[in-house]
């Protein structure tokens, strides 16, 4: 850590969550002589920076640290986070904070729950660590015809440090799986059965479960590498372009309110989903489908209490992870048949909490979600105000966002098959599922797409080099162009190597 700015990096990168540690990472190792710094508008609240906060042990520890992740305005809107999902509040998850206006147009149905996280790690210090691959139409089809897709993605699963097998001695997860299976598998391929989560997570000798954030993105390549900086609270508030090239970025210290000018060769802007195409906007970087095309995953959630249930002896997995392990975290993969993605897990182990668990029987009650792959439409997008500012001083958005005929009938077979499935597995705590707020799955994706050529339905290349701007890159959930149910952040991470490796030659030619 340093409170330095350099007056010039090769790399200028914006943001820490995982995808910008994927850049740092993949430079780090291939092209160790390339200085690189790193901002990130948020406090580290973790050690080492960027970890996950569920690998705090202490408790009080853990609520500080999601607190400070919680922006700008983080104690007046603490009334508004956490709590059992019960019904349609519009309430964020603990250690991120709601768009408290702008969220939705009148006559649409907007984003009541878009929310965002203000740390070093962002997103991936709070996230479930869910990996799984895209399948079917959720693939990117002009990547497959290149052949790179697959081993992007065993890239993005190495720097996560995905594992199947982390919740391998769950007692009770075969189990769920083999109910859910019994429901599911008919008819499917090998690869789209029921089976293990894969996760961002592994456990140490002592058995402790540890949760990747963007420390383990990172890794020692980048931690020990004497030409990157990670600077925290310092507000990233224009990209500098000149001739047609990135140039560098402007940057503001947090705690002293100072503006500095960093020059750089490449410039990579990895803030999240909303605000990467607000930092493009304010730095007069305005494509035609900058902020178009956002679409988020309806979320339908639902608990049961399993069948035939019998407490494991003792519960040392608790006293050692925090969690009650007993039925682990089951996939059921997205097809285009079956256009959702679901998963099955413990409610500690859930960041939205369903119920109270059953203090008589600790475990025996999960929560299944079914996330839905959107229909997507040029007229779902963000859109930033020439006048109004933000919390930060940037420029204030607002969220245009309608659910299609189609959606609509994706969501209610998704409540009919939750219901089906939760069925196999137990008794439902409630007669009916329930339809999470819209942005609650936190899953935006989509405002800076990448696309095969420049057509004006695209930000970036097929390399997430913007289109136009040689040696600007995008990277997070937002580059991703396809429709998908399955969590994004292993796709994004996989986006931002190939990324990482134009940049690579970018130095190279430069040099």
Not at 6 to 27: H, K, M, N, Q, W
Not at 190 to 219: C, F, K, Y
Not at 290 to 308: P, S
Request: hydrophobic share 40%; glycine share 10%.
């Amino acid at each position: 850590m340093t409170d330095r700015y350099p007056a010039s990096v090769d790399v200028a990168i914006v943001g820490s969550g995982p995808t910008g540690a994927a850049y740092a990472r993949i430079l780090s190792e291939e092209a160790p002589a390339a200085t690189i710094a790193m901002f990130e508008v948020g406090p580290t609240v973790s050690d080492p920076p960027g970890a996950h906060v569920k690998n705090i042990a202490d408790p009080d520890e853990r609520a500080a640290a999601q607190t400070r992740s919680e922006g700008p305005n983080a104690r007046a809107s603490a009334d508004r986070t956490g709590g059992i999902v019960k019904s349609a509040q519009r309430r964020a998850r603990p250690g991120t904070y709601l768009l408290d206006d702008g969220f939705q147009v009148d006559g649409e149905d907007g984003l009541p729950a878009a929310a965002f996280s203000s740390n070093v790690g962002g997103m991936a210090a709070h996230w479930t660590g869910a990996c799984p691959r895209p399948n079917d139409s959720e693939r990117i089809d002009f990547l497959d015809e290149t052949g790179v897709f697959d081993e992007l993605l065993s890239e993005g699963e190495r720097l996560l440090g995905v594992t199947t097998d982390a919740f391998e001695a769950s007692p009770h997860a075969p189990l769920v799986r083999g109910r859910l299976a019994a429901a599911a598998d008919e008819g499917r391929d090998a690869h789209e059965r029921v089976q293990r989560m894969p996760l961002a997570v592994h456990r140490r000798d002592d058995g402790r479960l540890v949760w990747s954030g963007s420390d383990v993105v990172l890794g020692e390549p980048a931690r020990d590498n004497a030409n990157f900086t990670l600077h925290d609270e310092s507000l990233v508030t224009r990209v500098l372009v000149e001739d047609g090239r990135a140039a560098g970025v402007r940057v503001t210290d947090v705690r002293t309110g100072e503006s500095h000018e960093v020059r750089a060769r490449v410039v990579v802007v990895a803030a999240d989903a909303l605000r990467t195409p607000q930092l493009l906007w304010a730095s007069g970087i305005r494509p035609e489908a900058l902020g178009r095309y956002l679409n988020d995953q309806a979320q339908i959630v639902f608990a049961v209490r399993i069948r035939d249930f019998e407490p494991a002896v003792g519960d040392e997995g608790a006293a050692q992870t925090g969690l009650s392990e007993y039925s682990g975290v089951t996939w059921v993969p997205f097809t285009d048949e079956a256009p959702f993605h679901g998963q099955v897990m413990q409610l500690d182990a859930s960041p939205v909490k369903l119920a109270d668990d059953d203090p008589a029987a600790p475990g025996s009650i999960v929560g299944l979600g079914l996330f839905c792959a959107k229909d997507l439409q040029a007229s779902d997008r963000v859109e930033f105000s020439d006048d109004a500012l933000d919390g930060y001083g940037m420029p204030a958005m607002t969220l245009h966002y309608t659910l299609s005929e189609r959606d609509h009938e994706v969501i209610e077979r998704a409540k009919a098959e939750i219901v089906r499935l939760g069925k196999a597995i137990g008794e439902p705590l409630d007669d009916r599922p329930f339809v999470m707020p819209l942005g609650a799955s936190l899953h935006y994706q989509g405002t800076t797409r990448m696309g095969p050529t420049d057509d004006g339905t695209s930000v970036c290349s097929p390399r997430s080099e913007v289109w136009g701007v040689s040696g600007l890159f995008v990277a997070g959930n937002g580059v991703i162009p396809t429709s998908t149910a399955c969590n994004p952040t292993l796709t994004s991470v996989a986006l931002a190597v190939s990324g990482a490796r134009r940049a690579r030659e970018i130095l190279s030619s430069d040099s």
